[in-house]
T-cell receptor, first 115, second 115 residues
C-alpha cells in the first residue's frame, strides 16, 4: 500500500528565505507526482506535476524534483513571500498497470512566511 | 474554462439526514474523482468515474454513500443517514481525456458538518 509522508508538518520562516519542502513515498512504482497548495478552508490548487520519466519541473519561483528510485520529491520555493503561506500537499499516482488513477496524499506541510 | 465547481459550498445537517452534493467538472474532462478530507489530514480517495462508468470505489465508501455521473458530465455524491464522523470537506477533481499526465484539477470543496 502506497504511503506518502511529509516532514515537518509545519514550518515558519521569515520572508525572503529559500525553502525546501520534502515528500517521501514508500512504493517507487509511481506514474506521476503532483504538488498542491491549499489555503485555509479552500480546495487544492495544482502547482506542479512531474511524470515518472521526468526529474524536475519549474514554474516561476517553484521547482519540483523527483528521485523515483529513492522515493523522494522536493519542492523548492525561492525568495519566499507572505503570500506563499498555505498548506502544501504532495500526492502520487501509482503505476497505471494496477488500473488505479487515484491520488495518494501526504498530510501536508503548513508553511507560514512572516513579513 | 471555468474550473471545477461544487455545490453547495457548505452544508450543515442533523445526524440521520440524507445529503447530496454536486460536482461540475471542467468541460470535456472525462475523468471525475471524489475525495474526502478531514481536519489536519490529506484528502482520501473515495471514487472515480470515466465518463458515466464508476471504475473504482474505496473501502471508505460505505453502503451509505453513493455516487453517480449519469450522462458523463456532472456528478452527485449522496450520503444517507449521516453520522458525525461524516463531517469533512468533500472534494471533487477532474482530468482530461487527452494527454498522458492525468493531472487532476480540484474544485473548492463542500464542507459538511453533521450535528
Amino acid at each position: 500500500k502506497q504511503e506518502v509522508t511529509q516532514i515537518p508538518a509545519a514550518l515558519s520562516v521569515p520572508e525572503g528565505e529559500n525553502l525546501v519542502l520534502n515528500c517521501s513515498f514508500t512504493d517507487s512504482a509511481i506514474y506521476n507526482l503532483q504538488w498542491f497548495r491549499q489555503d485555509p478552508g479552500k480546495g487544492l490548487t495544482s502547482l506542479l506535476l512531474i511524470q515518472s520519466s521526468q526529474r524536475e519541473q519549474t514554474s516561476g519561483r517553484l521547482n519540483a524534483s523527483l528521485d523515483k528510485s529513492s522515493g523522494r520529491s522536493t519542492l523548492y520555493i525561492a525568495a519566499s513571500q507572505p503570500g506563499d503561506s498555505a498548506t502544501y500537499l504532495c500526492a502520487v499516482t501509482d503505476d497505471l498497470q494496477g488500473g488505479s488513477e487515484k491520488l495518494v496524499f501526504g498530510k501536508g506541510m503548513k508553511l507560514t512566511v512572516n513579513p | 474554462d471555468t474550473g471545477v465547481s461544487q455545490n453547495p459550498r457548505h452544508k450543515i445537517t442533523k445526524r440521520g439526514q440524507n445529503v447530496t452534493f454536486r460536482c461540475d467538472p471542467i468541460s470535456e474532462h472525462n475523468r471525475l474523482y471524489w475525495y474526502r478530507q478531514t481536519l489536519g489530514q490529506g484528502p482520501e480517495f473515495l471514487t472515480y468515474f470515466q465518463n458515466e462508468a464508476q471504475l473504482e470505489k474505496s473501502r471508505l465508501l460505505s453502503d451509505r454513500f453513493s455516487a453517480e455521473r449519469p450522462k458523463g458530465s456532472f456528478s452527485t455524491l449522496e450520503i444517507q443517514r449521516t453520522e458525525q464522523g461524516d463531517s469533512a470537506m468533500y472534494l471533487c477533481a477532474s482530468s482530461p481525456l487527452q494527454g498522458e499526465a492525468y493531472e487532476q484539477y480540484f474544485g473548492p470543496g463542500t464542507r459538511l458538518t453533521v450535528t
